[in-house]
């Protein structure tokens, strides 16, 4: 998958003495600038250098190296950085210099998120989204950085799962329809907290409503269409390209179920030999940053649906690009 790389600029009004006091000199400021990488990449649209149009980055300042439970002073809040379109530039408003002795630490977000508390490294809940509004969910941490480190490489990590699937049949001479896929028991809710080492991790996930009417269902623009033979067909191709099936909280899947609702006609026949709703439960771990892909065993009769044990791709580790320095406005 492409990496993302782009570099971002941003001001700050240096106003009265004790803040002077605090920046380098006029002559010897040392802006700070961004760079990021995303590694590896996602129904939700994956983000590429083309379509990625805005991150958010928050910033605090302390004297030592951040730990839990230390107070934070606010250094950059819910700085903005939107792509022009016209120009392909990476814009957005002020500019800020590192500060003459503090240590400085950046955690940023694509989509924007809330980030709650004052002390420590920050945290955010969220919950995931319906399928058609559910997103590529991405995030950096970058602390203890200071004056003469140089530009701030931000390395973007997915933060949920990618859940495709793939489907054949068990008949040779038998065509199977499949008109919907719904996952239920699906845990949706969790709060992630930013780390020293890594991105951060989520704690452990919760259902924002009744577990049992927990679903996400899946309706393809048109039935995906097994035809005889053991071919495969991916989810994913039904609809357009660069996207994935479901994007969900990690979590254990060993309770979580499937629903196929389909049909199987066998070659010859003027009716189908099966027509309706079966149930599959899932196994593995849904690991945050992976894609999951599960393949499907449709039968042609009233006999259960089997799947093959799932197979697990990691996003990609690429290794950061180059620094960027742009231009000062």
């Not at 958010?56 to 819910?78: I, Q, W």
């Not at 924002?208 to 623009?221: G, L, Q, W």
């Amino acid at each position: 998958m492409k990496k993302i790389l782009l570099a971002a600029v941003a001001a700050l009004a240096i106003v009265g003495c004790s803040q002077n006091e605090e920046i380098e000199k006029a002559g010897e400021k040392a802006e700070i600038n961004f760079s990021t990488v995303v590694k590896g990449s996602t129904k939700a649209l994956i983000m590429t250098t083309d379509n990625l149009e805005d991150f958010t980055v928050n910033a605090y300042r302390t004297k030592d190296d951040l730990a839990a439970g230390m107070d934070l002073t606010e250094f950059m809040a819910n700085l903005q950085v939107k792509k022009n379109k016209s120009t392909s530039a990476w814009e957005h408003s002020g500019t800020f210099y590192w500060p003459t002795a503090d240590k400085v630490h950046f955690f940023a977000t694509s989509p924007a998120q809330t980030f709650e508390g004052t002390q420590g490294y920050p945290t955010f809940s969220y919950t995931v989204k319906t399928v058609a509004a559910q997103e590529d969910l991405i995030a950096a941490s970058l602390p203890d950085q200071v004056k003469g480190n140089g530009a701030v490489s931000l390395t973007f990590q997915h933060l949920l799962t990618q859940v495709n699937f793939s489907i054949k049949g068990d008949t040779k001479d038998c065509t199977y329809s499949v008109s919907k896929l719904e996952l239920t028991e699906v845990k949706d809710k969790a709060t992630f907290t930013f780390a020293k080492t890594g991105t951060g991790a989520w704690d452990n996930p919760t259902s924002s409503t009744d577990p049992t009417n927990m679903s996400y269902a899946y309706t393809p623009t048109s039935n995906i269409v097994v035809v005889p033979g053991e071919k495969l067909e991916e989810t994913t191709k039904c609809d357009p390209d660069n996207t994935a099936l479901f994007m969900l909280m990690p979590q254990d899947a060993s309770t979580i179920k499937l629903k196929i609702t389909y049909t199987a006609t066998l070659k010859g026949d003027t009716q189908s030999s099966f027509s309706g709703e079966k149930t599959v439960t899932l196994s593995g771990t849904w690991g945050m940053g992976k894609n999951i892909r599960y393949t499907l065993k449709l039968t042609s009769d009233a006999t259960a649906v089997t799947f093959d044990a799932p197979t697990v791709d990691a996003w990609g580790n690429e290794a950061p690009e180059p620094d960027i320095t742009t231009p000062k406005n």
